[in-house]
């Protein structure tokens, strides 16, 4: 089924865009269009925008996820919500001594990366968006490339509405395990050796004094010896953390452990953390939330791909990196704006996707290679020497 053809100003047909993936990079995408007449449409596989966790707290850099929402105008509404106290970083060795701690200034705060959390980032940009822009429960399982340079949208039949869908560019904004990418490169993603054992504390200035008192305002580190620990502030009064094991990528079905028996990932826990101080492993015993599991994977540097008329990739869908870049969501936001604006100022879509390509592999090669980096360095013997030099360089 061909999805009907408006036509622009000038006569000639509007373009039909069709954008996998309400994520930032997608939504920032699609808000930009529109703006200019173009109606890009999000195709969505969570049935609603409440359907699961968005995670947790992001930091929005100047020149790139700033930036984007400035294009978008939406800065004045994020900067309603940031949080410029959330920029204080600070480095706890593994005696739970406090070894860095620098607070944001008020020049950070106006001119710094203020945090928002990612549930808030994203109902932000949805609600800049007509309802009927993001087409939820859709879930896609094929992109067949037509003989007209066109390509069709298959979706699972058990979501909302399977019909198949014509259009004339796929963006691939569909995250790690994007089904756009196969039709561009043959790269998968790869793990990097580090897991994150995610869990939770609630209410924690008041239910768990002593452990957000650690954390402060920001974010905590306390990494040393292929191991550590992370707790992010968020919104509500909710401390968010990743407990990080430099291990195989089974580790727990190596030990012979449930993921949902909280005792026995506990127990495990706390064996691969002994010798830490009892202040942080607070972190493993005070959990409100339990564990989740979360390997970390990271495309291969470079990830580069042959143009290909009517598709192309923004985000984790080309250019997954670990979190220690700090650059994932503010990289996914610009590609987004770089390439709804090239589509607005060029003649044709293959011309726009030349155009905004040229910009995204270079930066894209350079932003994977410092979070490589990143995280080879905060996940190695010598990890908290080289995270408080990292810090005194930075801040």
Not at 23 to 40: D, E, N, Q, S, T
Not at 57 to 69: F, I, Q, V, Y
Not at 234 to 255: C, F, K, P, Q
Request: proline share 6%; glycine share 10%.
């Amino acid at each position: 089924m061909s999805t009907a053809r408006t036509r622009t100003h000038a006569g000639t047909p509007a373009p039909r865009i069709a954008i996998i993936g309400a994520g930032p990079g997608g939504l920032i995408c699609a808000r930009i269009l529109r703006r200019h007449g173009i109606a890009a449409t999000l195709y969505e596989r969570d049935a609603s925008r409440a359907a699961r966790d968005q995670g947790g707290t992001l930091d929005m850099h100047p020149h790139s996820g700033r930036h984007a929402l400035h294009r978008a105008g939406l800065l004045d509404e994020f900067l309603a919500l940031a949080r410029p106290e959330g920029q204080q970083m600070r480095l706890v060795g593994r005696d739970g001594h406090v070894l860095f701690d620098a607070l944001p200034t008020e020049a950070d705060a106006a001119e710094g990366n203020p945090e928002i959390d990612r549930g808030q980032l994203r109902d932000l940009l949805l609600d800049s968006l007509d309802p009927t822009a993001v087409r939820w429960g859709h879930q896609l399982t094929r992109v067949e490339p037509r003989d007209d340079g066109t390509h069709r949208l298959h979706f699972a039949d058990d979501t909302t509405d399977h019909t198949p869908v014509d259009v004339d560019l796929v963006i691939g904004a569909d995250g790690a395990w994007s089904r756009v990418r196969r039709l561009l490169s043959d790269a998968t993603p790869v793990y990097t050796g580090v897991t994150f054992v995610e869990t939770g504390l609630d209410d924690a200035d008041i239910r768990h004094p002593a452990l957000a008192e650690l954390t402060g305002n920001g974010t905590m580190m306390a990494l040393d010896d292929n191991r550590g620990f992370v707790a992010q502030r968020n919104s509500g009064g909710h401390i968010r953390v990743y407990i990080g094991l430099r291990t195989g990528e089974d580790w727990h079905r190596h030990a012979g452990l449930d993921l949902t028996d909280t005792t026995a990932v506990r127990g495990a826990l706390l064996d691969r953390f002994s010798g830490w101080s009892p202040d942080l492993l607070g972190f493993i015993t005070r959990t409100d939330s339990g564990y989740t599991n979360r390997p970390l994977y990271a495309l291969p540097v470079p990830h580069n791909w042959t143009p290909t008329p009517g598709l192309t990739l923004l985000g984790d869908a080309a250019h997954l990196m670990s979190p220690f870049s700090g650059m994932g969501a503010n990289l996914a936001m610009l590609d987004g704006a770089d390439l709804a604006q090239a589509i607005v100022e060029h003649p044709t879509i293959d011309q726009a996707v030349t155009a905004y390509e040229k910009i995204l592999l270079p930066r894209s090669i350079e932003a994977a290679e410092g979070a490589a980096e990143g995280i080879d360095g905060a996940f190695a013997p010598d990890s908290a020497e080289q995270t408080l030099a990292h810090l005194a360089r930075h801040h």
